[in-house]
């Protein structure tokens, strides 16, 4: 089993775990990795050294720190905790999602936090109407049933 250090294209860093470089090669290719905080697929792999025990070695040599704007993973475990606590707040209304905004928005219905699926004109217009909403990108792995 290999660990790879990977990175999306957003800049967030994670682990993949693999049987080979060709398994990873393969499943990079197929699209099938995604960042676990952001969903994105467009993922690299991040060098990474070999330890190395020189009992000769005068100076341990520092690791490279991550660029700044890196979540660390304990911020990343935060984050996605965040993101299950509004799924587990709010009713998934799917491609309804504007209608049910502008029901609740204007009375029609009792208010309830809500969330589902809008094309980008969509979320103008509602915004436009003074809707306050929020894009929340889900990783596939949050978006089945909350656990």
């Not at 690791?63 to 998934?92: C, G, H, K, N, S």
Request: charged share 25%; aromatic share 4%.
């Amino acid at each position: 089993m290999k660990v790879l250090n990977l990175r999306c294209a957003n800049g967030h860093g994670f682990e993949g775990w693999f049987a080979s470089d060709d398994e990873f090669m393969a499943q990079n290719g197929d699209g099938l990795i995604e960042c676990p905080l952001c969903a994105d697929r467009i993922i690299s792999r991040m060098p990474t050294a070999p330890r190395l025990n020189l009992s000769a070695a005068r100076e341990p040599v520092a690791a490279e720190a991550p660029p700044a704007d890196t979540p660390a993973p304990a911020l990343q475990a935060q984050w996605i905790e965040a993101v299950r606590r509004v799924l587990a707040q709010t009713d998934d209304v799917g491609e309804r999602f504007p209608e049910e905004a502008r029901r609740i928005h204007y009375g029609e219905i009792e208010a309830r936090g809500i969330r589902g699926q809008a094309t980008p004109e969509e979320r103008r217009a509602l915004l436009d109407e003074g809707i306050e909403i929020m894009s929340l990108p889900l990783p596939a792995a949050l978006k089945g049933p909350v656990q």
